[in-house]
Each structure stands twice: as structure tokens, then as C-alpha cells.
């Protein structure tokens, strides 16, 4: 129940979905909104990956940051912005990240936390 989880919940999901299936994403952060409840802090990474079936995560990215604007408990990591500024944190697939782009991914998410209402 939603009266167990910890007063942060970070997030990462979306990378190994269809970017075509916008509307699923969507549902899936009001969920996941509507079970943390208001009291809680949401912390969500945008997605950085190569596209599938030719459509990019764009969309997937955009609808996060509009629901963010909508809920001042989910705060947003700006991971597709940060890892196209740098690219050499990523091998040969495109998604996953070498040591230091993690630690950078763990520090965006720290940062987003201390923000936490």
C-alpha cells in the first residue's frame, strides 16, 4: 500500500518500451502518481535511447515533462539532455551508460532529490 513507501520514489521507466505507445506512457506515470499520492516526491529520468521501429522517445520525454508541470511531486532528471552532451559515456548500444555516466546519472537524481517538496 501507498502507506509502506519511503517519502522519495525515484523512477526510471520508458527505456524498453514502444516510444509509439505514447498513451500507455502516459497512463502509466498518472498511475504511478495517483499511488505515491501528494505527500510524496516522484524523481523520473527522461529516457535517452536510440529509436525503435523509427520513432524516438521524444514524445515519451515531452509527456513526462508535461505531467511534471501538472504535479509539483514529480521532479524531472533531464537524462536525454545530459547524455547528448555527452556522448562518451555510452558504448557501442546506445543506452547503457560506462562508471562515470552513471555516477552522473546518480548525481542528477540526488540533486532532483534535495529538491523535493
Not at 509539483?72 to 536525454?80: D, F, Q, S
Request: proline share 8%; aromatic share 8%.
Amino acid at each position: 500500500t501507498a502507506g509502506r513507501l519511503p517519502r522519495v520514489i525515484a523512477v526510471s521507466l520508458g527505456t524498453n518500451d514502444d516510444p509509439r505507445n505514447t498513451s500507455a506512457f502516459r497512463a502509466a506515470i498518472r498511475e504511478t502518481m495517483a499511488v505515491v499520492g501528494p505527500r510524496r516526491c516522484v524523481v523520473w529520468a527522461t529516457v535517452k535511447r536510440p529509436p525503435v521501429a523509427g520513432a524516438t522517445y521524444g514524445e515519451y520525454n515531452r509527456i513526462l515533462r508535461e505531467e511534471a508541470k501538472r504535479r509539483p511531486n514529480l521532479e524531472v532528471v533531464r537524462w536525454a539532455r545530459l547524455a547528448a552532451q555527452n556522448p562518451q559515456w555510452f558504448g557501442g548500444d546506445g543506452v547503457h551508460p560506462d562508471a562515470t555516466g552513471y555516477r552522473a546519472r546518480a548525481e542528477a537524481y540526488a540533486e532532483k532529490i534535495r529538491r523535493c517538496p
